[in-house]
T-cell receptor, first 111, second 117 residues
Framework: AQRVTQPEKLLSVFKGAPVELKCNYSYSGSPELFWYVQYSRQRLQLLLRHISRESIKGFTADLNKGETSFHLKKPFAQEEDSAMYYCALRGYTGANSKLTFGKGITLSVRP | GAGVSQSPRYKVAKRGQDVALRCDPISGHVSLFWYQQALGQGPEFLTYFQNEAQLDKSGLPSDRFFAERPEGSVSTLKIQRTQQEDSAVYLC???????????????FGPGTRLTVL
């Protein structure tokens, strides 16, 4: 079975503060990990994926297989980062590339 | 170009009614997914199509849920005899890839919010 855990529901920080959104996963093989973001009144969209190893909008995430974690980080939060963030996993199950999501966390960045 | 579209955006049904939710994927996308998102939860997988073939329906919660994609493009999710616990946002996603794990980003639609009274 595959599972994604986001232990916190809400993170509220001031503009310019560092941000870390936690994600832990459970999967017996080598999964693909993603972060999706949903801004107010917009649809769910991909923020970044671990295989790309890139920084998007200042966010980075490193896959730690030992700790089975994929935490999302940004050194200096901006107000426009306020949104709902979901961590997701895709296992290599052959024909189906379905995503398993965590429950999500609301990031609120105050001015 | 146009992204994934879904209709209706909002649906209110009385308990026991049948509903049909439509998804128009991005043109040319092979894979199509349906997810159910209850309030305060992340999306949960319902079913998956590769072209017109429904390859995985393991996430459908009961036999009241039925999905089809007869021509490999538009898909319909049908819920028969709706119950209050069916109230949720139903998300559709499509991706270009089929079996390949290359270009397989899933693009999501805006969702249909179903409320069962």
């Amino acid at each position: 079975a595959q599972r994604v855990t986001q232990p916190e529901k809400l993170l509220s920080v001031f503009k310019g503060a560092p941000v870390e959104l936690k994600c832990n996963y459970s999967y017996s093989g080598s999964p693909e990990l993603f972060w999706y973001v949903q801004y107010s009144r917009q649809r769910l969209q991909l923020l970044l994926r671990h295989i790309s190893r890139e920084s998007i909008k200042g966010f980075t995430a490193d896959l730690n297989k030992g700790e089975t974690s994929f935490h999302l980080k940004k050194p200096f939060a901006q107000e426009e980062d306020s949104a709902m963030y979901y961590c997701a996993l895709r296992g290599y199950t052959g024909a189906n590339s379905k995503l398993t999501f965590g429950k999500g966390i609301t990031l609120s960045v105050r001015p | 170009g146009a992204g994934v579209s879904q209709s209706p955006r909002y649906k209110v049904a009385k308990r026991g009614q049948d509903v049909a939710l439509r998804c128009d994927p991005i043109s040319g996308h092979v894979s199509l997914f349906w997810y159910q998102q209850a309030l305060g939860q992340g999306p949960e997988f319902l079913t998956y199509f590769q072209n017109e073939a429904q390859l995985d329906k393991s996430g459908l919660p009961s036999d009241r849920f039925f999905a089809e994609r007869p021509e490999g493009s538009v898909s319909t999710l049908k819920i028969q005899r709706t119950q209050q616990e069916d109230s949720a946002v139903y998300l559709c996603a499509s991706s270009l890839a089929g079996l390949s794990y290359g270009n397989n980003e899933q693009f999501f639609g805006p969702g249909t919010r179903l409320t069962v009274l």
